[in-house]
């Protein structure tokens, strides 16, 4: 079970768009639309933003979406803002009643 | 609300035992999923392994497994991530989370997390 495969670093200028990838397996990724995505502040928790591949729980902006096409999931960040600075983590169920997580990507707001 | 709430920061040495602990509302607790995570300094999350507090059914990353045991008492809302032989490599931050109910999609409610540190 080896971790999920993000760009460690991604940035943009406000307003801008941006989509981090999440490049899994058959095994995982592309077997089950159950991937989630997290961000996550220095010395915080993470917070849940994409749930089931593409849904958005309440509160959560929709500037926010998520994808998948085969072996790779995505966030998609649109009208960068300020706030969206932060560290984000994508989680695939992986089959057996395991998840696992990506190694994380830090996106900066330039 | 649903909240989670976890156990406060621990120093340890290397080869002591240690349990944390993660307690929730009780209606929002016993049927839910609740999973371990592991995040060490500077770096991403770790699935650790997940528990069903209801029946105490636990299943483990192959990472984790043997390493760690999780278990719950689901009469007081709790789960536990306990280790049997502290290595200095287990200092961490360690988040519980609960899984989006009927569904493997998620985690929806994270506790604060608990810092453990394993110095001689």
């Known amino acids: 079970q080896s971790a999920l495969t993000q760009p460690a670093s991604m940035s943009g200028s406000p307003g801008q768009s941006i989509t981090i990838s999440c490049t899994g397996t058959t095994s995982d990724v592309g077997s089950y639309n159950l991937v989630s995505w997290y961000q996550q502040y220095p010395g915080k928790a993470p917070k849940l933003m994409i749930y089931d591949g593409s849904k958005r729980p309440s509160g959560v902006s929709n500037r926010f979406s998520g994808s998948k096409s085969g072996n790779t999931a995505s966030l998609a960040i649109s009208g960068l803002q300020a706030e969206d600075e932060a560290n984000y983590y994508c989680?695939?169920?992986?089959?057996?009643?395991?998840?696992?997580f990506g190694g994380g990507t830090k996106v900066t707001v330039l | 609300e649903v909240q989670l709430v976890q156990s406060g920061a621990e120093v340890k040495k290397p080869g002591e035992s240690l349990k944390i602990s993660c307690t929730g509302s009780?209606?929002?607790?016993?049927?839910?999923?609740i999973a371990w995570v592991r995040q060490m300094s500077g770096k991403g999350l770790e699935w650790m392994g997940i528990?069903?507090?209801?029946?105490?059914?636990?299943r483990y990353s192959p990472s984790f497994q043997g390493q760690v045991t999780i278990s719950a008492d689901r009469s007081i809302s709790t789960a536990y991530l306990q280790w049997s032989n502290l290595k200095a490599s287990d200092t961490a931050m360690y988040f519980c989370?609960?899984?989006?109910?009927?569904?493997?999609?998620?985690?929806?409610?994270w506790g604060p997390g608990t810092q453990v540190t394993v110095s001689s």
């Open positions: 989370a609960r899984l989006i109910p009927g569904s493997w999609g998620g985690f929806d409610y």
């Open positions: 989680c695939a169920f992986a089959g057996r009643s395991t998840l696992v």
């Open positions: 528990i069903y507090p209801s029946n105490s059914d636990a």
């Open positions: 009780g209606n929002t607790f016993n049927n839910y999923w």
